[in-house]
């Protein structure tokens, strides 16, 4: 079966200092795999996601990045944290298997507090 | 522009019925997702729709009519743990998941 692995769950990092989530997924290959963000009370916010290796589609403009050095390895990244970047961070995967059922499987997700 | 709309918060009694609503304005529809979030957790999936008419699983239920663009969500029976947010998400015509912002539901004893 195919399970998400996100860490860490928790995360308080100063503005200004790098951070580096990562996602990784197992049993299953070639996915497509996504970073969410929600603010508190609102809803999930596409920020990136990728289709291939190397591949990434960005949806806003922000200050983070992400990166897929491996097939089942998606990463998020900023060189420096704005007191803004703070939320729930979701890294999810969904298969090409069955282009008309796109359901996102999600990882327990990362708490980032930036103070 | 895409939109999907939902009710912010509901609020309902331990044991009764209530309907969560969702209206969307999306480019192309390939169905319509329900997630349940617990805060502090990922949301988890509850129900997909893509054809018009009623799905029913357990106590859970979830309407899809394509030419309104509105879905809902019925839940029976409630229990305390049913206490969440309820996430609506449309797939578009590019296949991307479009979200709601969700409808967080209160349940009162």
């Known amino acids: 079966s195919q399970t998400i692995h996100q860490w860490p769950a928790t995360l308080v990092q100063p503005v200004g200092s790098p951070l580096s989530l990562e996602c990784t997924v197992e049993g299953t290959s070639n996915p497509n795999l996504y970073w969410y963000r929600q603010a508190a009370g609102r809803g999930l916010q596409l920020l990136f996601y990728?289709?291939?290796?190397?591949?990434i589609s960005s949806e806003v403009p922000q200050n983070l990045s992400a990166s897929r050095p491996q097939d089942r390895q998606f990463i998020l990244s900023s060189k420096k944290l704005l007191l803004s970047d703070s939320g729930f961070y979701l890294c999810a995967w969904s298969s090409k298997a069955d282009r008309v059922n796109t359901e996102a499987f999600f990882g327990q997700g990362t708490r980032l507090t930036v103070v | 522009g895409q939109n999907i709309d939902q009710p912010t918060e509901m609020t309902a009694t331990e044991g009764a019925i209530v309907q969560i609503n969702c209206t969307y304005q999306?480019?192309?529809?390939?169905?319509l997702f329900w997630y349940q979030q617990h805060a502090g957790e990922a949301p988890t999936f509850l129900s997909y729709n893509v054809l018009d008419g009623l799905e029913e699983k357990g106590r859970f239920s979830s309407f899809l009519s394509r030419s309104k663009g509105y879905s809902y969500l019925l839940l029976k029976e409630l229990q305390m743990k049913d206490s969440a947010s309820y996430l609506c998400a449309v797939v578009d015509s590019n296949y991307q998941l479009i979200w709601g912002a969700g409808t967080k539901l209160i349940i009162k004893p």
């Open positions: 999306t480019s192309g529809f390939n169905g």
């Open positions: 990728s289709v291939g290796i190397g591949q």
